[in-house]
């Protein structure tokens, strides 16, 4: 299956609406039949009835034609798939508008995902009044970490076209990290919040009371694991043992610079405190204090956060 065609079965999911026989056709066509039978003679009596008929016969043609369609949609095991693909392959691509590399990554990227309320929601049960949602659009928020900086992409996504709108990319020093949560704001919602010392806030709403989303366990565990990287990155700068975990070559070139982060690679020893190139022997940094790690990193490859 190509790219195309899986988004168009997407498509699909949403568009394609569940069948339903045409309750006025089929009166159309009994009366028509009925009256053709009482007339009983003549070209009416014959005619009405052929009428009639020719009506049942295209109406139950149109309704087999769309449950074909119906059911031909992808099973929503599929949808789930194809979603958690998404997801991860935004979180990778994110990474490069940073200029960041595997090398330069302190810890394990994070995803939060928040299902955006539009008009392309739709229930998974179409019968049942308590059937939770699929969304079409969603809000991610992604967290790469550096050593002592925290890189956030933000943007909106349409599954269906595959396409991100309103992208914001920030890079924020740890020590500004105030706060990190997941709360509920009302009856029946969820959200994850990031507050930032500048007062900003980073919300992503992971539930609302209206809608409850089909995947919500997994939603829920990507943003509990996101508030536990945070605090983990925020804990290693205030140690000071914020570092790289592999050494790699330099990163690769980026509209978006962020301050702040030492160079890595076979390029000499940093402070890991204050960036300071330091000689091959001493203990300390003599710019501001730190000591100096000697141990060396052990080699990890990057573990991008999705559904499990």
């Given at each position: 299956m190509t790219e195309e065609e899986r988004r168009s079965q997407i498509r699909n999911w949403f568009n394609i609406p569940k069948p339903k026989v045409s309750t006025s056709a089929v009166v159309?066509?009994?009366?028509?039949?009925?009256?053709?039978?009482?007339?009983?003679?003549?070209?009416?009596?014959?005619?009405?009835?052929?009428?009639?008929?020719?009506?049942?016969?295209?109406?139950?043609?149109?309704?087999?034609?769309?449950r074909r369609e119906y059911l031909g949609r992808p099973p929503l095991e599929t949808m789930l798939e194809w979603l958690k693909q998404d997801f991860a392959q935004k979180t990778a691509a994110s990474s490069s508008g940073f200029g960041l590399n595997a090398g330069e990554l302190s810890q394990d990227s994070a995803l939060v995902v928040g299902p955006m309320e539009t008009r392309e929601v739709r229930k998974v049960y179409e019968d049942d009044d308590a059937s939770p949602f699929l969304f079409q659009c969603w809000k991610l928020a992604m967290f790469h970490f550096a050593p002592g900086i925290v890189a956030v992409y933000q943007c909106d996504y349409d599954w269906c076209s595959n396409s991100v709108t309103n992208e914001r990319r920030e890079s924020i020093d740890s020590q500004h990290v105030v706060t990190v949560r997941t709360d509920a704001t009302s009856v029946g919602s969820r959200q994850f919040v990031l507050s930032?010392?500048?007062?900003?806030?980073?919300?992503?709403?992971?539930?609302?009371?209206?809608?409850?989303?089909?995947?919500?366990?997994?939603?829920?565990?990507?943003?509990?694991?996101?508030?536990?990287?945070?605090?983990?990155?925020?804990?290693?700068?205030?140690?000071?043992?914020?570092?790289?975990?592999?050494?790699?070559?330099?990163?690769?070139?980026?509209?978006?610079?962020?301050?702040?982060?030492?160079?890595?690679?076979?390029?000499?020893?940093?402070?890991?405190?204050?960036?300071?190139?330091?000689?091959?022997?001493?203990?300390?940094?003599?710019?501001?204090?730190?000591?100096?790690?000697?141990?060396?990193?052990?080699n990890a490859p990057e573990q991008l956060a999705h559904f499990s």
């Open positions: 159309v066509g009994i009366v028509v039949l009925a009256v053709g039978f009482a007339v009983g003679h003549g070209t009416l009596g014959v005619l009405l009835p052929v009428a009639g008929l020719v009506v049942l016969g295209a109406c139950a043609l149109t309704y087999q034609k769309r930032l010392s500048n007062q900003e806030h980073t919300d992503i709403p992971l539930r609302s009371g209206r809608y409850a989303p089909v995947n919500e366990q997994q939603l829920n565990a990507l943003a509990d694991r996101a508030v536990q990287a945070i605090h983990t990155a925020k804990r290693d700068w205030a140690a000071g043992t914020h570092a790289p975990r592999v050494a790699s070559a330099a990163p690769t070139s980026s509209p978006v610079a962020i301050p702040s982060i030492p160079p890595v690679g076979n390029r000499g020893r940093f402070c890991s405190g204050c960036g300071r190139q330091l000689e091959s022997i001493g203990r300390f940094c003599p710019e501001c204090g730190v000591r100096v790690q000697t141990s060396q990193n052990v």
